[in-house]
């Protein structure tokens, strides 16, 4: 059987790249490849970047409101496929369906906060600033900008970006992860329906050596990215280097703390979905559970019979909680992680190496699992798992934790759970992660609220969404002004 | 089976819609109803549109975290067969829909109880409670 090839979308047309190097991708739930996907090269990067430089000037050009119609056409169409964009990234990636709708949902609440650019696009202005003189600040577009993204929310994640930058006035190439690309295809195929002029929006599926291309265009001005920590830094060192803005938004190690005063009855669904939901492929993933005080017992036996009792499967069946992981290779990863819990001595309470799926056997799945009485300084306390894989790591005090969740290196999310708002008050204040749930388990800010973390787990200035998103893709261009 | 997460309970809504669509279309077509005709063409087209929404309901307001858990909650006693409806007479055929109305009116008012974490979805699945309960008095005059 012939698998489908996914193609790239340059200069508004469907383009095969010049590359012979194929890649598969594979349904996580069955273990069966669907379709294939070329590794693009320089030379397909070259074309988008020159299609998008030679749309920019007419789009730039564009009144604000006129951009945004086209958003809002965008939008309807969006909903109008909405099921089959998450049936098609359930497929691929493994994800529930309700989180994949979920996904969905969050890609077009970015468009819709895009779309109130006439409002958020504005400059300002301060006459006599000296005698005579009035200033202003003019916010334009700056060119072309870029989106390297990630597998596990290959619906989502390149409309935190693309949105903005368009509605802004800039040009756009998105690179989906080679694992996942065809959500973004099928989200292109809608975008071909809209009419936006060619070269405004373009696709360039590939690997490193498309991720490379991208980096030292000289015409790209600006990158955004969301991965791992290790790629983050390099992405970041190389946009310094190359002389283009970026976000580069990396790992994460999640600390979710549990006071004796806490409603455990009441949290238990949220601190079940943040660990587990995605299972655990989430940079909002909760990683370490951190019990404070004589809550530890009751919490971690009530939480090891929640996650026992999520019944597991293909995402696509609307009973299940927990899919599989998206690849063969990252669950062997994941593996790797629970043989190193258990070599450094942590209590393995609840195992899911050798979980299966009756109706699946080939599929990439792996069971909840829970460390208990891990110490700080274990590897599976300290380095991102990105697995269903719990650390119990049990504290004596809040400032334990505090000290807990400021030492991981990463800063993304965090979270507490108790009925002190003194308590919350606290811990909110003092750690370091950028992203905070108070009795909610990790959760992601919506579209009008930056996204992103500190320390390890983000790089650049700016974050993903929010407000301030609109400072990314836009420069201040101050005219100070006298008239004789 | 369980219908205790977002998509499941809508799913349902949506199936009890297409499956009562799918009757009143082939109801309108019975000879033995002809006297029914536009009225069940119009709860056939009334089905359709309820679709179309609770899809919209499912889109605007899933959530990526559970804060609520839902608890026995099955698709069992909501279940209804509803084959015959293009050979069954006239009374038989009212019946069924006097059943299949029933039966959705009570899936909505149980359902948008058990999500009632979710406010706009609850208040979704009560309005189509009620659009069921208004299409019950319609049927409930009418003799064959």
Known sequence: ?484 | MPLENFGSILNFAEEIESQDQAFYEVAANNPACAAFRQLFSELAAEAGKNVKAIQRTRRENVTEMILEPIRDFVRAPFCEACEGAGVLGAAEVLETARRLEARAQRYYTEAAEKISALPEVSRSLKGFGKIRKARQAKLAGLEA
């Open chain 1, 1 to 484: 059987m012939t698998l489908p090839l996914m193609k790239n979308y340059i200069n508004g047309e469907w383009v095969e790249s010049n590359s012979t190097t194929l890649g598969d991708v594979w349904n996580p739930a069955k273990g069966e490849k669907i379709a294939q996907v070329a590794y693009g090269t320089k030379e397909d990067v070259d074309k988008a970047v020159r299609a998008a430089q030679q749309a920019f000037w007419e789009w730039r050009t564009t009144p604000p409101l006129t951009r945004a119609r086209y958003l809002f056409r965008l939008k309807d169409a969006f909903e109008e496929n909405f099921e089959d964009i998450a049936r098609t990234l359930t497929t691929e990636q493994g994800k529930c369906v309700d989180e994949a709708r979920g996904e969905v949902r969050r890609m077009i609440e970015n468009i819709e906060h895009a779309t109130g650019v006439t409002t958020l696009m504005c400059g300002y202005t301060l006459e006599d600033i000296a005698k005579d003189i009035d200033c202003t600040g003019h916010r334009q577009p700056v060119g072309v900008f870029a989106a390297i993204v990630p597998y596990n929310f290959p619906g989502m994640v390149p409309w935190w970006f693309l949105p903005y930058a368009l509605v802004t006035g800039n040009t756009f190439i998105v690179k989906p992860s080679e694992q996942v690309p065809m959500t973004q295809t099928r989200i292109f195929e809608i975008v071909d329906q809209i009419g936006f002029p060619e070269g405004v929006i373009n696709m360039v599926h590939g690997s490193k050596e498309v991720v490379n291309a991208l980096l030292d265009h000289p015409g790209i001005n600006g990158i955004s990215f969301v991965g791992s920590t290790p790629t983050a830094k390099y992405i970041y060192r190389r946009c310094g280097e190359t002389g283009k803005r970026v976000q580069a938004l990396g790992g994460a190690k999640n600390i979710v703390a549990v006071m004796p005063d806490a409603n455990l009855a009441a949290s238990m669904p949220s601190l079940i979905t943040s660990f587990y939901g995605c299972s655990g492929q989430r940079c909002l993933s909760g990683a370490i559970l951190a019990p404070v005080g004589e809550v530890a017992d009751e919490l971690v036996e009530k939480f090891a019979a929640a996650a026992k009792a999520m019944k597991i499967g293909n995402g696509l069946n609307e009973q299940t909680a927990m899919g599989p992981v998206v690849s063969e290779a990252h669950r062997k990863r994941v593996l790797g992680y629970i043989e190193k819990g258990i070599a450094e001595g942590a209590k393995l309470i609840l195992d899911g190496r050798n979980f299966k799926v009756l109706d699946y056997p080939n599929g990439f799945f792996l069971g909840p699992t829970i460390f208990d009485h891990v110490k700080p300084d274990m590897a599976i306390a300290r380095e991102e798992i990105f697995g269903p894989v719990v650390a119990v790591v049990r504290c004596k005090t809040l400032n334990d934790v505090i000290e807990l969740v400021n030492t991981r290196g990463f800063a993304n999310a965090a979270c507490l759970y108790t009925g002190s708002g003194a308590a919350a008050r606290e811990f909110k204040y003092r750690v370091k992660p950028s992203m905070i749930g108070i009795n909610i388990g990790i959760a992601a800010p919506m579209s009008f609220f930056p996204f992103g973390g500190a320390g390890q787990s983000m790089f650049g200035d700016i974050k993903g969404h929010g407000q301030e998103i609109f400072h990314f893709f836009t420069d201040t261009k101050v005219v100070i002004e006298r008239w004789l």
